[in-house]
Each structure stands twice: as structure tokens, then as C-alpha cells.
């Protein structure tokens, strides 16, 4: 059987993104001190550390370790700068007081928005060679696809890029839903401007044809076509919520590089609420660091355990079992 498992390309790129984010770490450090000879000398006490630990974790699922203490000391104390707050005590009084703003913020500053186009790229090839046609010979029209935690929408962008590819061809309509619970990225999203260091991975002919460069080489930054802006809905979604506001005949849900985040009871509760918006075989495609948690939830592993597949499909799932890239 041939199956998923990352290229040396796309592991050596991991190495660089862990590598920068050591440093981004350091900085972090740094920036702490720096805050604590400035502005202010107040430090988290344990009591404060387990408190808010915990208010994240009921609030967004993230499960803050001991050894993210300097990370949510550098936000917290990058939230009283903001809000020109000295004593720690008093800006938790404000965010645990339910001050809906400043929560949303504190969130914004505390999630991890790391994401790249093209980012795990067996997933879109799995999306181009499998997906999309098995759909295409059902004989519907249109597709829907929802791309949780989306972050800035980059990977809702490639989901953009492969789609109008396939659907020029076929003659079919898609949709993209892109969530998240940061409002800044989703911000980012909205405007479909990027970084010109993130345009990399983006393959030169999906370059030429959906991505904008500046003629002004100062402006180092790079934009996505219209055509596909108008095609991707971004909306602030917290998957810690009950109930998804969301359809539920979702083609496929993108659920990549988030689940890492949570405790494995958390992880269960997600999946489970991810699959009621799966169509009877839809694909729910996860991170290549993550897998399926808990059972009972109706969802068949085609080939590796980055890609499932709801209910009963035999014919699509031994296309699939016996036709997935190898990534050696």
C-alpha cells in the first residue's frame, strides 16, 4: 500500500518553520524582560498562570502547558501595554469580568496563526486526483468545502486554487468556507494579501494565474485575484461552541494543525461536531501530526491516518487505498 507521509521537501520546511519559531520564542523571553525592567515589574504568580490556563482552555480548546508560561506572560503583558494597565491583577479583573473585546483580543494575541499555501501538499493532490472527480462522476453541479481554523486563509486559498482548476474543466460551481477564532487573521483573509515570503510554495502556474505581484518592488507583498476572493467566505468560528452555525453537507472539512492544540477529550469532543457537517461521504482531512480521536463517529481511514472518509463508500475507498502518492 502506498501512503501518506511528508516529503524531505515538506520536512525540511517543518524544520525551518520549528526553527523560526524558536526564535520567535527567544524574542519572547527577551521581550518579557525587556517589559518587566519597563513598564512594569508585575509577573504571573501560579495562581494567576492556572487561572488563565484554564480560561483559555474552557474558552478555545488550547491546552497551555507549564512550559508556555513566559508565552502568555509576554501576551498578557502585551495586552496591559496596549490597554496602559500596570498591575497584572487588574487586567484580570478586566478580562475575567467578561469584557468581550478585550477577550476576543487576548485570544487573537494568544493562538498560534502559523500556516503556509500549499502546506502538507499530498492533501491537495488527494483533493485534484480522488476527490474532486469521485464527485464530478456523481453528477452533482456544485461543491462545498469548510476549512476550519483556517488561520489567514492560506490554505483556503490553495482549496481555491485546485478547485477552480478542476471546475473550469468540469464545468462545476464550489464554495469555501474559512473559519477561525482569530478576528485578525481573518482580517487577513478578507483582504487576500500576504507576506511576498510566503508566495514560495505556490506552484508557478497556480502563480500566473491567481496571485498579483505589485509592479512597485517596495511593496513586498502579493495579493489573490478576485475571482477567487469572491469565492472564499471567511467567518470567526470557535470550535469550543456547542453548535456550529455552519451548513452540514460540507464535501470536505480541512481540519489541519489544530487538533494538536488540544487535550485528547477535547480532540473527541471536536471530531465528533466536525462530522455532523460531513455530506454521507464527505472527507474530513486532518494534520499529518494529528489523528482520530474517540470512536463511534462513522469515519473510514483511506490509506493514512490524515484522511477519512464518512459512511460507507467501497468503491472510492479502494480507489483510494490503492492510488495514494508516495511521499518517499
Known sequence: MRVFAPNRREQARNVMKWSRFAVEVRNEEQQA??????????????AVFQRLAAFIHAYCGIHITPQKRVMVETRVHRRMVALGISRIDDYCALLFGGD?????????????????FFREPAHFDFLAEHILPSIARSGRHAIKIWSAASSTG???????????????RCRMDYSILATDICTDVLQTGLSGRYPLSMIGPIPERQRKRYVMVPRDPQRKEFRIVPELRQKV??????????????ATDFDVIFCRNILIYFDHATQAHVLAKLCRHLREGGYLILG?????????????????????QRGEQPAACEMAHTSLPSRD
Open 33 to 46: 524582560g525587556h517589559m518587566h525592567a519597563g513598564l512594569t515589574q508585575d509577573i504571573l504568580s501560579d
Open 233 to 246: 467566505m471567511f467567518r470567526r468560528l470557535n470550535l469550543m461552541d456547542e453548535d456550529y452555525p455552519v
Open 288 to 308: 499529518h501530526s494529528e489523528t482520530r480521536r474517540g470512536s463511534g463517529l462513522g469515519l473510514r481511514s483511506l490509506g493514512h491516518d490524515t484522511i477519512y
Open 154 to 168: 492560506a490554505g483556503a486559498y490553495t482549496c481555491a486554487m485546485v478547485l477552480e482548476d478542476f471546475c473550469r
Open 100 to 116: 468581550g473585546e478585550e477577550v476576543v483580543a487576548f485570544i487573537n494575541d494568544i493562538t498560534t496563526n502559523k500556516t503556509d
